[in-house]
């Protein structure tokens, strides 16, 4: 009868995590570019949420003389800068949760790479497209009738969807 303790782990004979092979290496890449805690970079879309991850990206966390209240750096596009702009405060909460105390006192928001503008290049997530909801029957009958004596198809279809606009906007007022 063998000893539990002198057979080796199944996990060790052969293969490994791909987490325990790439840690240190993602760890020594992110501490390189500012980063003391890789999670950041990593998980950045479940820590700033949907809606700010595909319009920015961290790009550094730089740390002042004294050492407490880093400077969190956000790469976004020129015009998602305002957005992200008035949205720095619930950013910055959300990122000190992650580290557990407030470690982030400032965010800055940059439209180029810290290395350049050859890196500035942005590819952010897409938005997911939004499903296009029919029109009520209803509606559409009566932007039909609105724009019957239309003898032009062009301008007859145009009427038609002002008509249905308007239409659907004071049903759901009422």
């Known amino acids: 009868m063998t000893d539990a303790r002198s057979k ?17 290496r993602i760890r020594k890449a992110g501490e390189s570019r500012g980063f003391a805690v890789t999670r950041l970079i990593t998980h950045w879309d479940e820590i ?9 990206r961290p790009v550094e966390v730089s740390y002042g003389r004294g050492g407490f209240g880093a400077t969190l750096t956000l790469l976004t596009t020129g015009a998602n800068a305002p957005m ?8 910055r909460e959300r990122v000190n949760r ?12 940059t439209q ?29 009958t009566r932007a039909r009738a609105t724009a019957d004596g239309v003898e032009s198809d062009d301008l007859r279809a145009a009427l038609e969807a002002l008509a249905a606009n308007v239409y659907t906007r004071n049903s759901s007022k009422s």
């Open 112 to 140: 180029t790479a810290p290395t350049g503008f050859s890196e500035g290049q942005v590819a952010f997530s897409p938005r997911k497209a939004e499903s296009v909801q029919e029109p009520d029957p209803e509606v559409t």
């Open 8 to 24: 080796p782990d199944r996990r060790t004979r052969g293969f490994e995590r791909t987490a325990k092979l790439l840690g240190s």
């Open 48 to 56: 700033a949420g949907e809606g700010i991850a595909q319009i920015s």
């Open 84 to 91: 992200l702009e008035m949205q720095k405060e619930q950013l």
């Open 98 to 109: 992650v580290y557990g105390y407030a470690a982030i006192s400032r965010i800055r928001i």
